[in-house]
């Protein structure tokens, strides 16, 4: 007979600190409930819905502003984005604690908005850099603790469903954006469909700023990214490489973003019912096997690549949904924010030199001729499903350390 472990409503904390009682236990879901917690989860469809679009954005830069830089170079684009998003945020999660999240999303999201206005007038490396890296990535950062400290306010037993619900709106982001930049691209140019975004952020960042609300009150108490990153920015890049149709391959980030939206989802339920930590390593171990066993051996198959893209969206996209309720299991409500900015800034490492590694690996040639061979998308797909390789010991270890060996306990 099966064992639970984790259930924040029936085991006492980890700790027990001495501390003024919260308000009241999390209530019951309702509308309340649900538009506090998805007005700063929606600002995701902006912050992760960029990165998400990272393939399309990649491939127009290679072929256009930055035509004369190396894959590597442009990767930094995005790595930075990242790594700005989760190492600021460290910072961040202590201050929703202490203030509330009702200012830090108002600037996050005049931060991100003006992130993507100010890149349609971009035509440098630098600029680039400067305006979508470094604006959109500290805006970014005030964005994301909010979105998960609002949920673990609101939501105890359901935690994991409900973060999974939102995080799957920066799933939705990667479906919507690569399409408008597919349609409106050919016809408007690169100035006039960043500022179509820019105008779609905007739309997105009002609502959730006037329907944000907190629970608890503040407090005056102040390598999985390294397998991630490199198939939602070079697949795109892999599929034209091997003679595949550019529509079609601009079309297969939508396929993985939908599909990681039902990944987000399903796998947050099942985590509640199964255990967060049994999930997450099943889905990890679904990583690895798509990497490897698809994707490696796609090469010119359009139907092969269509396969994996859904089946590792659905995948990774319950890894972004679970970490932050396996991390909440392990910590007071009030310390969400704070433990999960700090899982992030280490992840940040990750996210900093994936994609450069990635693009770095794609230089290796062929001994013999000295032509770009496919050993470099070789290197690559190993690299990705290697990183993932390390992810998944990681959680096995953690789960055994804190429980044994038993398969049976959820937890």
């Known amino acids: 007979m099966s064992s639970r472990i984790g259930d924040p409503e029936t085991d006492p904390p980890l700790t027990a600190p001495s501390r003024p009682p919260l308000p009241s236990t999390s209530p019951k879901a309702g509308l309340r409930a649900g538009s506090s917690s998805s007005a700063p989860s929606a600002q995701r469809v902006s912050v992760f819905g960029l990165t998400n679009s990272a393939a399309a954005l990649e491939s127009y830069f290679a072929t256009h502003q930055l035509a004369h830089h ?69 805006g970014g950062a005030l964005l994301n603790p909010p979105a998960y400290g609002c949920i673990a306010h609101y939501f105890s037993r359901r935690r994991g469903l409900a973060t999974g619900i939102a995080t799957a709106s920066g799933g939705v982001g990667g479906i919507i954006f690569p399409l408008i930049l597919q349609s409106v691209l050919p016809n408007l140019g690169f100035p006039w469909s960043c500022r179509i ?6 739309g997105i960042a009002l609502p959730a700023n006037l329907f944000l609300r907190t629970r608890i009150p503040p407090s005056h108490e102040v390598t999985r990214s390294l397998g991630l990153l490199v198939p939602l920015t070079f697949l795109i890049l892999y599929a034209g490489a091997h003679g595949q149709d550019p529509t079609a391959s601009y079309v297969l980030p939508s396929y993985l973003n939908a599909a ?59 890894n972004l949904g679970l970490i932050p309720v396996c991390l909440g299991q ?58 993932y390789a390390v992810a998944l010991v990681c959680y096995v270890t953690a789960r055994v350390l804190a429980l044994g060996w038993d398969p049976r306990t959820i937890f």
């Open 197 to 202: 975004l820019a105008f779609v952020v905007l």
């Open 70 to 138: 190396t894959p590597s170079e442009i990767g930094w684009i995005f790595s930075l984005y990242l790594f700005i998003v989760f190492f600021v945020g460290i910072q961040i999660g202590p201050i929703f604690e202490a203030h509330g999240g009702r200012i830090l999303v108002a600037a996050g999201s005049l931060l991100v908005v003006l992130s993507v206005l100010i890149l349609s007038w971009c035509e440098t490396y630098y600029q680039i850099i400067l305006a979508f890296s470094v604006l959109g990535g500290f």
């Open 260 to 318: 990681s939206v039902a990944g987000r989802v399903l796998p947050g339920f099942l985590a509640d019912c199964c255990g967060r930590f049994n999930v997450i390593i099943i889905t990890i171990a679904l990583c690895v096997a798509t990497v490897l066993c698809i994707w490696l051996p796609a090469g010119h198959s359009q139907p092969t690549l269509m396969a994996y893209a859904v089946l590792f969206g659905f995948a990774s996209g319950s």
């Open 330 to 387: 392990l910590c007071d409500v009030r310390q969400c924010g704070r433990y999960y900015s700090t899982a992030m800034m280490v992840a940040s490492l990750g996210t900093l030199s994936s994609v450069p590694l990635g693009g770095a690996l794609l230089r290796i040639r062929c001994d013999v001729s000295g032509a770009v061979s496919s050993t470099g998308w070789v290197a690559l797909i190993l690299f990705s499903g290697l990183s």
